[in-house]
Nanobody, 118 residues
């Protein structure tokens, strides 16, 4: 069973930065996309950023210009650089790796807490 292991969450003041990292416990061949989701208390989980196997990226509007996603498809690692953090970025962040096909595969990390507060 593949596990996604996340690291890098924590407490940061508004305007600060954090970097989240995620790595798979064993190789996932040719994933179609890797990304980060978040879920704040009382809200639905939302896509924050994703990167496809072709290298294209997609961000939710609220983080554009502040967050940057990067990934290595061959190593199954994905990172999220978060700058200019705001209190509304506070949430549990989840790593996701997805592979389409006859037998779709969809893997989730355990989640890492990001708290933006003064």
């Amino acid at each position: 069973q593949v596990q996604l292991v996340e690291s890098g969450g924590g407490l940061v003041q508004p305007g600060g930065s954090l970097r989240l990292s995620c790595a798979a416990s064993r190789r996932i061949l040719r994933p179609n996309s890797m990304g980060w989701y978040r879920q704040a208390p009382g809200k639905q989980r939302e896509l924050v950023a994703e990167i496809t196997s072709a290298g294209s990226t997609n961000y939710v509007d609220s983080v554009k210009g502040r967050f940057t996603i990067s990934g290595d498809n061959a190593k199954n690692t994905v990172a999220l650089q978060m700058n200019s953090l705001k209190p509304e970025d506070t949430a549990v962040y989840y790593c996701n790796v997805r592979k389409l096909g006859v037998v779709p595969q969809n893997y989730w990390g355990q989640g890492t807490q990001v708290t933006v507060s003064s």
